[in-house]
């Protein structure tokens, strides 16, 4: 049987003699509650709780958020009630618990029940960001015990962990979770797949990791003729679904991939990274184009490191990533990794992480409030009013569910998709999106010289309509410009807005 003191040894600042304290008693808590309580597997329920917390601790959450990981099924699956939370462990450990609670089963059934219950966790995390970070830990444990689950069962849950809860954990920047969670659910919903590419990796990976491993060698040996010591290398395989995706745009030949397998290099500042860099193109000639400087122009959701992409001198090309520890720990931990640093600086990150969610939410007021608040540095990012309303009195008047969720206008899941450029960013969109809308999304520019697009890797028509995890592609000439046409097949008030000035511009010469 799993101990407190296993979670307590996986965080990453040792808590204080209350921090401890909350823990056990949560601990403890969820021991009883779920007493009588099994899993698929036939192990007793708890594990799971604890598993939760386990994962919360690593990501370096404190011990209110773990205590929340640990109760985060008392009120969905036991006795207890919201009022014995909130006078054992306080509010705030009550609402981390409420938000990732799913809404009562018999106001409501199967889908409803379902899509309901993830506008209400949306809700909630517009206000407290550590809800979706305890539900994300939470679904981590349910795929790696999926296994168990019935079969019918199964897919559906890794499907919608592939559509839902993979794009979102990009989102926050968790790689951590987001690479195992994808290769989780990619096992079950494309089973075919995932044997292939297994055997693909079989075939081939081991050789990739020994060349590798025998530049790693060279690289280290070069940096200590330089007398720069303070570097650390790893070696890293990609993710099976990311590799599985590209492959498809590679004609599924693993030798036409250059990070299938890439050499890490961390090193203590920034200043550094560029030194290292100058380093390796000094003895390694570098393949043109792919020099990226994701320092100076982080991604979207926040990832920094410098790549780029070497020929080693005996026929193996291979990519480099340069990095320092903060970034690395950051890279893997995204959002959660803030929790860590109280610096000004992590908190503007903190806010960036968070905008694009409220953006998310319906309401144009989310729009309004947001250039406001945001640009003011450092603070907290502002949650719209009607939602901090309708939080409240669900908490206050402990309103039905149902009443509760008949306020909200939209919803999240129904109506956005998210779809990938070829280098791996997410750009949300709204369902039935084009290819224009995807264009103009990433850049003005390249939104008004579309000459082509292509979706994984096939040509197809603008008319197409995006889904869920596609992979677009643009591709752009000057002498192109917008048509009524595209007017009529774009869906966002951005493309329509951007292809009409257009069209006023054409008319006018
Ligand atoms: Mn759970």
Known sequence: MPNVKDIISLMQTPPSKEGTELITKAYEFAQKAHKDHKRYSEEPYFTHLVETAKTLAEFGLGPKTISAG?????????????????????????????????????????????????????????????????KLADRLDNMRTLAHVPKEKQKRIASETLEIYVPLAYRLGVRKLHRELEDLAFMYTYPDEYKKIKEVLKQKGGEILKRLEKLQKSVKKTFAKEKFTAIQ????????FSLYKKLQRKDMDIEKIYDVAALRIIVPTASDCYQALGIIHGVWRPLPGRIKDYIAFPRPNGYQSLHTTIFTGDGSIFEIQIRTQQMHREAEYG?????????????????????WLLQLLPNSKVQEDKSASFKKKGKKPKVPKWVTQLVEEQQSTSLEPQEFIKSLKADFFEHRIFVFTPKGDVVDLPIESSPIDFAYAIHSDIGDHISGTKVNG?????ETKLKNGDIVQIDIKEASHPTQKWFNLAKTTLAKRHIKSALQKTAEV
Do not use: P, W
């Open 233 to 240: 290398t790893e070696c890293r395989i990609k993710g099976l």
């Open 70 to 134: 640990l109760l985060h099924d008392t009120i969905e699956d036991t006795k207890t009630t919201g009022e014995t939370i909130e006078k054992e462990f306080g509010a705030e450990i009550l609402f981390l618990v409420q938000g990732t609670t799913k809404l009562g089963k018999l106001k409501y059934r199967g889908v409803e029940r379902h899509t309901e219950s993830l506008r209400k966790l949306f809700v909630a995390t517009s206000q407290d960001i550590r809800v979706l970070i305890i």
């Open 335 to 355: 959002i959660a990794s803030h929790f860590l640093y109280k610096d000004g600086s992590m908190k503007r990150l903190f806010n960036q992480n968070i905008e």
């Open 458 to 462: 096939k040509l197809v028509s603008l």
